[in-house]
């Protein structure tokens, strides 16, 4: 072997070994405080980041900002970041909305990846598409947490509801009420979120397999309300305007929306699935009783905060799952009460899921309505 080979193939050898230490290691569970950070099922993989001394510079890269849950969320995120649990372990907190284009967001998730953070967290604009700034985030040892909506991988620590059992949920809820008041088909009106989400694409694929599983002869016309109460306001008004009465409304968000649109229009009270917004759960105890039977399944704006105790869980060393999974937080017209699950003196547009008692995370109205929506630069 020559000497010139033998320094190739050292060198080689040892970017090879670099690399291989770049980013989290696959190792076996559990994982550190299960209660908190429960993996998503049986199969779910454990990573293990090395240790690094904090306080940890953290960034939040949000895309989309056009609706009260994502207020809710950066506020929440910025609430969190002060609170005396986390607050000393912060050296440095970023906050960003980059809209609903992808190569914005990738952009400047490598920005903060070049800049030295320690952890990007982030709600995906797409489910896929990520390949490149995950492999950086490796290669530079920074804890990459998409929560909310997630990605299709398995490379990187994630947060999340699980999606597709609320849809199913959702549809199974407005199935056994229907067939409550004797129906077996009629006309389903389907509000759909934000296009292109991983969020909306598994709600929706719950909501339809559901309904189709049941054989009865149910007829879907779906508006796309982008989780936003004025946009799925307008929509459910112009279907109403156009197809004339539902049976059931299963709506994915924007849920004020949903009811200020079916009052408008005079249209009865039917079956209606939606989000965890404070206006909409006070409509369902005001209204129940005159045929409002509504469910309330809220994703929490306050996944932020679990998927930023994560990061900083990771950045300490501690064995997380790949896919951490939180609970769904349900309510319906049977367990509605004022001052538990719902407030009468908060504003409509509020989210009332912000409590995540196995992680100590406890964000109160307040707190989380005291900041403000813009970008921490």
């Known amino acids: 072997m020559t000497k010139r080979f033998a320094v190739s193939t050292t060198l080689a050898a040892f970017l090879m070994a670099g690399t291989a230490l770049a980013g989290p290691e696959v190792v076996s569970g559990p994982g550190v405080d299960p209660t908190c950070f429960a993996p998503w099922d049986a199969t779910t993989k454990h990573f293990k980041w090395e240790a690094r001394e904090g306080p940890y510079r953290i960034a939040i890269v949000n895309g989309f900002v056009g609706?009260?849950?994502?207020?809710?969320?950066?506020?929440?995120?910025?609430?969190?970041?002060?609170?005396?649990?986390?607050?000393?372990?912060?050296?440095?907190?970023?906050?960003?909305?980059?809209?609903?284009?992808?190569?914005?967001?990738?952009?400047?998730?490598?920005?903060?990846?070049?800049?030295?953070?320690?952890a990007i967290v982030t709600i995906a604009v797409a489910p896929?598409?990520?390949?490149?700034?995950?492999?950086?985030a490796d290669k530079n040892n920074v804890v990459l947490v998409p929560f909310d909506n997630v990605?299709?991988?398995?490379?990187?620590?994630?947060?999340?509801?699980?999606?597709?059992?609320?849809?199913?949920?959702?549809?199974?809820?407005?199935?056994?009420?229907?067939?409550?008041?004797?129906?077996?088909?009629?006309?389903?009106?389907?509000?759909?979120?934000?296009?292109?989400?991983?969020?909306?694409?598994?709600?929706?694929?719950?909501?339809?397999?559901?309904?189709?599983?049941?054989?009865?002869?149910?007829?879907?016309?779906?508006?796309?309300?982008?989780?936003?109460d004025g946009t799925t306001q307008k929509v459910v008004a112009d279907a109403i305007a156009v197809h004339g009465q539902f049976d059931a409304i299963v709506g994915q968000g924007g849920s004020n929306g949903v009811i200020q649109a079916m009052k408008d229009a005079n249209h009865p009270w039917v079956p209606v699935a939606g989000e965890s917004e404070n206006g909409y759960r006070k409509a369902i105890a005001e209204y129940s009783d005159e045929g409002l039977k509504g469910i309330s399944i809220g994703q929490s704006p306050g996944l932020v905060a679990v998927a930023m105790k994560a990061a900083i869980s990771a950045l300490e060393g501690?064995?997380?799952?790949?896919?951490?999974?939180?609970?769904?937080?349900?309510?319906?017209?049977?367990?509605?009460?004022?001052?538990?699950?719902?407030?009468?003196?908060?504003?409509?547009?509020?989210?009332?899921?912000?409590?995540?008692?196995p992680c100590g995370v406890n964000i109160s109205g307040p707190a989380i309505m005291s900041q403000t929506e813009d970008d921490v630069k």
């Open 151 to 228: 990605l299709d991988t398995d490379k990187v620590m994630q947060v999340n509801e699980d999606q597709l059992a609320m849809g199913r949920m959702w549809a199974e809820f407005a199935l056994k009420e229907l067939k409550a008041e004797g129906k077996t088909g009629g006309k389903i009106l389907e509000v759909r979120g934000l296009p292109g989400n991983s969020v909306d694409r598994d709600r929706s694929i719950g909501i339809n397999e559901t309904f189709k599983k049941d054989g009865g002869n149910w007829e879907f016309v779906s508006v796309v309300g982008n989780w936003d």
């Open 67 to 118: 609706n009260t849950w994502r207020i809710q969320m950066i506020k929440t995120a910025k609430a969190y970041a002060e609170d005396p649990a986390v607050k000393d372990k912060i050296k440095e907190f970023k906050v960003v909305s980059t809209g609903t284009d992808a190569p914005a967001q990738l952009g400047a998730i490598e920005d903060f990846i070049n800049q030295g953070y320690d």
């Open 318 to 357: 501690n064995v997380m799952p790949q896919l951490i999974s939180v609970p769904l937080p349900v309510a319906t017209y049977e367990n509605l009460e004022d001052g538990k699950n719902f407030w009468s003196d908060l504003p409509d547009n509020f989210f009332t899921v912000n409590e995540f008692p």
């Open 128 to 136: 896929d598409g990520f390949d490149r700034v995950i492999r950086l």
